[in-house]
């Protein structure tokens, strides 16, 4: 069975420098959401969208932005990058739809791995 | 306030033996669900299984299994014969279904499993 694709699987970049996180969900998934884990925590979530929209929004920081495009991926967007952004950066996708219940678990992916120095 | 409280920080079992990770969780919401997930060194976040919380009966997934005590709000793993695969972080996470769609998750417990 298809998976979340997340790309891309280790990043490194300077401080203050931007990053792109891609995203592309299950197929006819219509959620995904953005989860931060730093080393040795759990995971933290950022933001979801459902259908394209914003659905909920979590401890994202204001240098974060994301979006879902038409074809349902999604980009999580990191600008003036800090030291405090090293983590794993999850992506899940789930089918929330009308169904409910456990149609709804969220398949996360392998994630991103990024280090800023 | 911590929705989700995992108490054992790390948890020994004997290869073949079962063994029950502990979580209790806190909501107001009537419909809820409960899951389990599971993190090996590698990092990646592997579903496991899912209560619901009008679900009649516990939860099984092959060797998973979940006790859940709507009563008592707890919703323990228990995992049969267990393998050495089975080393890993597992998480516990709810999604209440009023209004948002995230998980909360918490600490976890590391779990070994020996020869």
């Known amino acids: 069975a298809a998976g979340v694709i997340q790309s891309p699987r280790h990043l490194i970049k300077e401080k203050r420098e931007t990053a792109t996180l891609k995203c592309y969900p299950i197929?006819?998934?219509?959620?995904v959401y953005w989860y931060q884990q730093g080393p040795g925590q759990d995971p933290q979530f950022l933001i979801s969208f459902y259908e394209k929209m914003q659905s909920d929004k979590g401890s994202i920081p204001d240098r974060f932005s994301a979006q879902q495009f038409s074809d349902y991926h999604s980009e999580l967007n990191m600008s003036s990058l800090e030291l405090g952004d090293s983590a794993l950066y999850f992506c899940?996708?789930?089918?929330?739809?009308?169904?409910?219940?456990?149609?709804?678990?969220?398949?996360f992916g392998p994630g991103t791995r990024l280090l800023v120095l | 306030a911590q929705k989700i409280t995992q108490t054992q920080p790390g948890m020994f079992v004997q290869e073949k033996e079962a063994v029950t990770l502990d979580c209790t969780y806190d909501t107001s919401d009537p419909s809820y669900g409960l899951f389990w997930y599971k993190q090996p060194s590698s990092g990646e976040m592997i579903f496991l299984i899912y209560?619901?919380?009008?679900?009649?009966q516990n939860a099984t997934e092959g060797r998973y299994s979940l006790n859940f005590q709507k009563a008592r709000k707890s919703a323990n793993l228990v995992i049969s014969a267990s393998q050495l695969g089975d080393s890993a972080m597992y998480f516990c996470?709810?999604?209440?279904?009023?209004?948002?769609?995230?998980?909360?998750f918490g600490t976890g417990t590391r779990l070994l499993v020996s020869p």
């Open positions: 197929p006819r998934h219509d959620t």
């Open positions: 899940a996708s789930s089918l929330v739809g009308l169904a409910g219940g456990r149609q709804e678990t969220q398949y």
């Open positions: 996470a709810m999604r209440e279904y009023t209004g948002f769609q995230k998980l909360v």
């Open positions: 209560q619901g919380s009008y679900d009649q």
